[in-house]
T-cell receptor, first 111, second 112 residues
């Protein structure tokens, strides 16, 4: 069945360094969503990408959807301690209502 | 607006006991889902619903039942709790296709 994989599993960076997490699907996705979960918290929706090759920015966060719509990335420029958390990508499986999450990338930031 | 409300926040069950995790949303969202989160395994979909009276299975439905009699409520029932069901459970809702999900704050369940 469809799998959504994320790498790396963990990333420990110095504050001010950049960070990137990658999401890969075994099948073409109609869209991909990104969520952030702070330690001890619940996932919070960040953004959805729909179009092939789409790039969206939210302040220091840049999201990309691959040309083949099978991969995506999230890049954070100049990380801050407030960026700490786990970042998940999620894509629909079989139908648009069935949202399947990747395993997540946990970001730790050294002040 | 309260968003998505889950109760209880914490629960300890004995093996074999049954219980219902409550989930309610006040945003008139059609889509609702239940996920469980285990360390290192991300979020796994248990059951989901696309409207009142309509439910379907997710990735890990065994041992759980759901029903959706109203748009607002989507309870998750554990039929006979097992230690493997120790997890954090999240309920989430979305207005419609193409919109992100709003998550509740979760229920931390321990089965002993």
């Amino acid at each position: 069945g469809q799998q959504v994989m994320q790498i790396p599993q963990y990333q420990h960076v110095q504050e001010g360094e950049d960070f990137t997490t990658y999401c890969n699907s075994s099948t073409t996705l109609s869209n991909i969503q990104w969520y952030k979960q702070r330690p001890g918290g619940h996932p919070v929706f960040l953004i959805q990408l729909v179009k092939s090759g789409e790039v969206k920015k939210q302040k220091r966060l840049t999201f990309q959807f691959g040309e083949a719509k099978k991969n995506s990335s999230l890049h954070i420029t100049a990380t801050q301690t407030t960026d700490v958390g786990t970042y998940f990508c999620a894509g629909p499986r079989d139908s648009s209502y069935k949202l399947i999450f990747g395993s997540g990338t946990r970001l730790l930031v050294r002040p | 607006n309260a968003g998505v409300t889950q109760t209880p926040k914490f629960q300890v069950l004995k093996t074999g006991q049954s219980m219902t995790l409550q989930c309610a949303q006040d945003m008139n969202h059609e889509y609702m889902s239940w996920y469980r989160q285990d360390p290192g395994m991300g979020l796994r979909l248990i059951h989901y619903s696309v409207g009142a009276g309509i439910t379907d299975q997710g990735e890990v439905p065994n041992g759980y039942n759901v029903s959706r009699s109203t748009t607002e409520d989507f309870p998750l029932r554990l039929l006979s709790a097992a230690p493997s069901q120790t997890s954090v459970y999240f309920c989430a809702s979305s207005w419609r296709d193409g919109y992100g999900y709003t998550f509740g704050s979760g229920t931390r369940l321990t089965v002993v």
